[in-house]
Protein backbone atom coordinates (compact mmCIF):
# COMPACT_ATOMS: atom_id res chain seq x y z
CA UNK A 1 0.00 0.00 0.00
CA UNK A 2 1.28 3.28 -0.82
CA UNK A 3 2.67 5.20 2.60
CA UNK A 4 1.99 8.53 3.80
CA UNK A 5 2.50 11.62 1.71
CA UNK A 6 3.16 15.07 2.80
CA UNK A 7 4.70 17.77 1.03
CA UNK A 8 6.73 19.86 0.85
CA UNK A 9 9.84 18.29 1.95
CA UNK A 10 11.87 21.41 2.96
CA UNK A 11 10.83 25.27 3.59
CA UNK A 12 12.47 28.19 4.62
CA UNK A 13 10.92 31.24 5.74
CA UNK A 14 11.12 34.22 7.40
CA UNK A 15 9.99 34.74 10.61
CA UNK A 16 6.31 36.57 10.67
CA UNK A 17 5.62 34.75 7.40
CA UNK A 18 2.86 32.30 7.05
CA UNK A 19 3.31 28.44 5.97
CA UNK A 20 1.30 25.58 4.96
CA UNK A 21 2.39 21.86 4.96
CA UNK A 22 -0.07 18.90 3.11
CA UNK A 23 -0.70 15.22 4.20
CA UNK A 24 -2.16 12.78 2.35
CA UNK A 25 -2.57 9.83 4.73
CA UNK A 26 -3.00 6.03 3.76
CA UNK A 27 -6.07 4.92 2.18
CA UNK A 28 -8.78 4.11 4.90
CA UNK A 29 -6.91 5.15 7.50
CA UNK A 30 -9.48 7.05 9.99
CA UNK A 31 -7.07 8.75 12.40
CA UNK A 32 -4.50 11.45 11.34
CA UNK A 33 -1.54 13.22 13.68
CA UNK A 34 0.20 15.97 13.27
CA UNK A 35 3.50 15.83 15.17
CA UNK A 36 6.22 18.73 15.50
CA UNK A 37 9.64 16.81 15.94
CA UNK A 38 12.91 19.28 17.04
CA UNK A 39 16.12 18.55 16.57
CA UNK A 40 17.58 15.50 18.94
CA UNK A 41 13.69 15.22 20.65
CA UNK A 42 11.34 12.48 19.87
CA UNK A 43 8.16 13.77 18.16
CA UNK A 44 5.33 15.40 20.11
CA UNK A 45 1.44 15.40 19.00
CA UNK A 46 -0.18 18.78 17.50
CA UNK A 47 -3.40 17.20 16.67
CA UNK A 48 -5.59 14.29 16.36
CA UNK A 49 -8.21 13.87 13.90
CA UNK A 50 -10.89 11.15 13.79
CA UNK A 51 -12.35 11.37 9.93
CA UNK A 52 -12.97 14.95 10.14
CA UNK A 53 -13.28 15.86 13.67
CA UNK A 54 -10.46 17.14 16.09
CA UNK A 55 -9.96 14.24 18.90
CA UNK A 56 -6.95 15.97 20.58
CA UNK A 57 -5.71 19.49 20.12
CA UNK A 58 -4.64 20.41 23.68
CA UNK A 59 -0.96 20.61 22.55
CA UNK A 60 -1.58 23.26 19.35
CA UNK A 61 -0.34 26.68 20.08
CA UNK A 62 -4.05 27.99 18.40
CA UNK A 63 -2.88 31.53 18.10
CA UNK A 64 -0.62 31.01 15.45
CA UNK A 65 -1.13 27.03 14.54
CA UNK A 66 -4.37 25.91 12.65
CA UNK A 67 -4.80 22.19 10.68
CA UNK A 68 -8.16 21.18 9.01
CA UNK A 69 -9.20 17.83 7.54
CA UNK A 70 -12.58 18.86 5.79
CA UNK A 71 -13.55 15.79 4.09
CA UNK A 72 -11.62 12.98 6.41
CA UNK A 73 -8.65 12.20 3.91
CA UNK A 74 -5.99 15.00 3.18
CA UNK A 75 -5.25 17.57 5.74
CA UNK A 76 -3.23 21.20 6.24
CA UNK A 77 -1.85 22.41 8.91
CA UNK A 78 -0.37 25.83 9.05
CA UNK A 79 1.58 28.29 10.53
CA UNK A 80 0.76 32.00 10.91
CA UNK A 81 2.67 34.04 11.40
CA UNK A 82 5.52 31.81 12.17
CA UNK A 83 8.28 32.37 15.02
CA UNK A 84 12.16 30.88 15.20
CA UNK A 85 11.51 28.23 17.44
CA UNK A 86 8.78 26.96 15.15
CA UNK A 87 12.01 25.23 13.46
CA UNK A 88 11.20 21.91 13.29
CA UNK A 89 10.49 18.58 11.43
CA UNK A 90 6.14 18.39 10.96
CA UNK A 91 5.28 14.40 10.70
CA UNK A 92 2.09 13.71 9.52
CA UNK A 93 1.23 9.89 10.16
CA UNK A 94 -1.99 7.87 10.32
CA UNK A 95 -3.67 4.76 11.70
CA UNK A 96 -5.89 1.73 11.73
CA UNK A 97 -6.64 -0.47 14.21
CA UNK A 98 -6.35 -4.24 12.28
CA UNK A 99 -6.01 -7.32 14.78
CA UNK A 100 -3.84 -6.33 17.17
CA UNK A 101 -1.95 -3.58 16.51
CA UNK A 102 -3.13 -0.15 15.41
CA UNK A 103 -0.53 0.40 12.11
CA UNK A 104 0.78 3.38 13.00
CA UNK A 105 2.35 4.53 9.91
CA UNK A 106 4.41 8.00 9.47
CA UNK A 107 5.09 9.79 6.44
CA UNK A 108 8.87 11.48 5.80
CA UNK A 109 7.69 14.77 6.75
CA UNK A 110 8.51 19.00 6.14
CA UNK A 111 11.67 20.33 7.11
CA UNK A 112 10.91 23.82 8.77
CA UNK A 113 13.51 26.38 8.90
CA UNK A 114 12.47 30.21 10.32
CA UNK A 115 14.83 32.21 10.04
CA UNK B 1 2.72 13.60 33.32
CA UNK B 2 3.24 11.12 31.69
CA UNK B 3 6.21 11.03 29.84
CA UNK B 4 8.36 7.91 27.56
CA UNK B 5 11.90 8.70 28.55
CA UNK B 6 15.36 6.33 27.54
CA UNK B 7 18.28 5.89 29.42
CA UNK B 8 21.26 6.11 27.31
CA UNK B 9 21.19 9.19 24.61
CA UNK B 10 24.30 7.24 22.68
CA UNK B 11 25.25 3.64 22.06
CA UNK B 12 28.46 2.40 19.92
CA UNK B 13 28.38 -1.05 19.30
CA UNK B 14 31.02 -3.19 17.24
CA UNK B 15 29.31 -4.42 13.63
CA UNK B 16 28.34 -8.24 14.39
CA UNK B 17 27.69 -7.64 18.38
CA UNK B 18 24.00 -7.94 19.72
CA UNK B 19 23.01 -4.45 20.67
CA UNK B 20 20.22 -3.28 23.76
CA UNK B 21 18.08 0.10 23.87
CA UNK B 22 16.03 0.87 27.08
CA UNK B 23 13.27 3.18 27.81
CA UNK B 24 11.64 3.73 30.61
CA UNK B 25 7.40 5.00 30.87
CA UNK B 26 5.78 6.24 33.18
CA UNK B 27 1.91 6.18 32.33
CA UNK B 28 1.06 2.00 33.63
CA UNK B 29 -2.28 2.77 31.85
CA UNK B 30 -0.61 2.59 28.44
CA UNK B 31 -1.50 -0.95 26.53
CA UNK B 32 0.74 -0.80 23.92
CA UNK B 33 4.29 0.11 23.13
CA UNK B 34 6.07 0.57 19.62
CA UNK B 35 9.62 0.59 18.71
CA UNK B 36 10.65 3.14 16.07
CA UNK B 37 14.14 3.69 13.81
CA UNK B 38 14.84 7.22 12.38
CA UNK B 39 17.07 7.50 9.91
CA UNK B 40 18.21 11.23 9.00
CA UNK B 41 15.69 13.09 6.71
CA UNK B 42 13.07 9.88 6.96
CA UNK B 43 9.98 9.67 9.19
CA UNK B 44 9.99 7.13 11.96
CA UNK B 45 9.85 3.69 10.64
CA UNK B 46 8.26 0.59 13.00
CA UNK B 47 10.33 -1.81 14.00
CA UNK B 48 8.33 -4.17 16.38
CA UNK B 49 5.38 -3.27 18.82
CA UNK B 50 4.31 -5.20 21.54
CA UNK B 51 0.67 -5.12 23.70
CA UNK B 52 0.50 -4.77 27.72
CA UNK B 53 -0.42 -8.48 27.79
CA UNK B 54 2.58 -9.49 26.67
CA UNK B 55 6.27 -9.20 27.97
CA UNK B 56 8.68 -10.63 24.74
CA UNK B 57 7.78 -9.95 21.41
CA UNK B 58 10.38 -11.52 18.45
CA UNK B 59 11.03 -10.43 15.23
CA UNK B 60 13.59 -10.71 12.64
CA UNK B 61 16.83 -9.98 14.44
CA UNK B 62 15.16 -7.91 16.89
CA UNK B 63 13.44 -8.37 20.40
CA UNK B 64 11.10 -6.14 22.45
CA UNK B 65 10.65 -7.35 25.87
CA UNK B 66 8.46 -5.59 28.63
CA UNK B 67 8.77 -5.26 31.92
CA UNK B 68 5.69 -4.12 33.70
CA UNK B 69 5.96 -3.92 37.17
CA UNK B 70 9.17 -1.87 36.74
CA UNK B 71 7.54 0.06 33.67
CA UNK B 72 10.64 -0.98 31.14
CA UNK B 73 11.06 -1.29 27.67
CA UNK B 74 13.88 -2.73 25.72
CA UNK B 75 14.97 -3.51 22.12
CA UNK B 76 17.24 -6.20 21.38
CA UNK B 77 19.33 -6.13 18.18
CA UNK B 78 21.46 -9.32 17.25
CA UNK B 79 24.22 -9.06 14.82
CA UNK B 80 23.92 -5.75 14.93
CA UNK B 81 24.85 -4.24 11.31
CA UNK B 82 26.13 -0.75 9.83
CA UNK B 83 22.53 -0.22 8.45
CA UNK B 84 21.51 -0.26 11.50
CA UNK B 85 22.55 2.79 12.40
CA UNK B 86 20.13 5.62 13.02
CA UNK B 87 18.28 7.02 16.27
CA UNK B 88 15.51 4.48 18.10
CA UNK B 89 12.29 5.87 19.73
CA UNK B 90 10.34 3.92 21.94
CA UNK B 91 6.33 4.97 22.29
CA UNK B 92 3.55 4.26 24.32
CA UNK B 93 -0.03 4.51 23.31
CA UNK B 94 -3.57 3.90 25.74
CA UNK B 95 -6.57 2.13 23.27
CA UNK B 96 -4.77 4.00 20.11
CA UNK B 97 -4.60 6.82 20.50
CA UNK B 98 -1.65 9.69 20.37
CA UNK B 99 1.68 7.90 20.70
CA UNK B 100 3.99 9.71 23.21
CA UNK B 101 7.66 9.53 21.75
CA UNK B 102 10.75 9.45 24.25
CA UNK B 103 13.84 11.52 23.41
CA UNK B 104 15.60 8.86 21.39
CA UNK B 105 18.62 7.01 21.72
CA UNK B 106 21.45 7.30 18.97
CA UNK B 107 22.64 4.02 17.65
CA UNK B 108 26.32 3.77 16.44
CA UNK B 109 28.12 0.95 14.39
CA UNK B 110 31.45 0.41 14.28
CA UNK B 111 32.83 -2.01 11.44
Known amino acids: EAGVAQSPRYKIIEKRQSVAFWCNPI?????LYWYQQILGQGPKLLIQFQNNGVVDDSQLPKDRFSAERLKGVDSTLKIQPAKLEDSAVYLC?????????????FGSGTRLTVV | GESVGLHLPTLSVQEGDNSIINCAYS??????FIWYKQESGKGPQFIIDIRSNMDKRQGQRVTVLLNKTVKHLSLQIAATQPGDSAVYFC??????????FGAGTILRVKS
Open chain 2, 27 to 32: NSASDY
Open chain 1, 93 to 105: ASSSYRGANYGYT
Open chain 2, 91 to 100: AETRLGNKLV
Open chain 1, 27 to 31: SGHAT
